[in-house]
């Protein structure tokens, strides 16, 4: 019955989605994406307050991240009420998420978020999308039978899931299968899955060690502290 009052709410195309799939398939992933949206607006909220430039970084990351979210969300909708309208709409329902997170994290829990937090909120998000992903959209995909799509959405994700980006000044040490492969510079790089991993990340900056001060002993029986900083660079 639900189902129903939605379907005809929304307008829906019961020649392309007579058993609601899309449209089930959209609501699932803007409900879910709203909520894992949320830490990150949470993340933007808290790196602006602690540094603005990386504040603006991180928002500029998320906003291009966003992109095929929205594509996940608008396609299934439109598809599900031929309305490119309703579409945009649940897409930005979702995007509301960061505001909300931002808005929650500026008034109230900018003291209070620590790892367990984030580490919930996370795992929470990672089950819904894990769920939404396995039980509707695989399944949907092969119940139409795009075999060849499928495949090639899996090896995208891979690739793009194993592309490093090595820093200027950094260095990656790559192992593979626990043995030291490589080391890799600056620029980009594909790792293998399951058999290369980065072992290490090195930073080629002057670095400091600052170590606490030791009590010592001098020839002629005083005792004083020594303060040493050493400088070194890899």
Request: proline share 3%.
């Amino acid at each position: 019955a639900r189902i129903s009052f939605v379907t005809s709410f929304l307008k829906i195309d019961n020649r392309i989605d007579s058993d609601n799939t899309l449209l089930k398939i959209g609501i699932l992933s803007m409900i879910s994406l709203l909520i894992h949206n949320i830490p990150e607006g949470i993340i933007c909220a808290i790196s602006s307050y602690n540094d603005i430039d990386l504040g603006i970084k991180m928002s500029i990351m998320i906003m291009v991240h966003n992109i095929p979210e929205g594509i996940i969300i608008s396609l299934p909708i439109y598809y599900a009420t031929r309305s490119r309208g309703r579409a945009l709409l649940y897409t930005v329902i979702s995007s509301l998420g960061e505001i909300i997170g931002a808005i929650i994290t500026s008034l109230f829990l900018y003291k209070y978020v620590n790892d367990y937090f984030m580490y919930v909120v996370l795992m929470v998000t990672a089950g819904i999308m894990i769920t939404l992903s396995v039980g509707k959209i695989l399944k949907e995909g092969i119940d139409l039978k795009v075999f060849k799509w499928l495949i090639l959405g899996i090896l995208f994700a891979i690739i793009i899931a194993n592309v490093r980006i090595v820093p200027q000044a950094h260095e990656y040490v790559i192992e593979f299968l626990g043995k030291y492969k490589c080391t890799w510079g600056a620029g980009i790089h594909v790792k293998i899955p399951v058999i290369e991993r980065i072992a290490k990340k090195i930073t080629l900056k002057e670095q400091v060690i600052d170590s606490p001060p030791q009590p010592v002993i001098t020839k002629d029986n005083v005792t004083m502290q020594i303060d040493t900083v050493v400088f070194f660079k890899i």
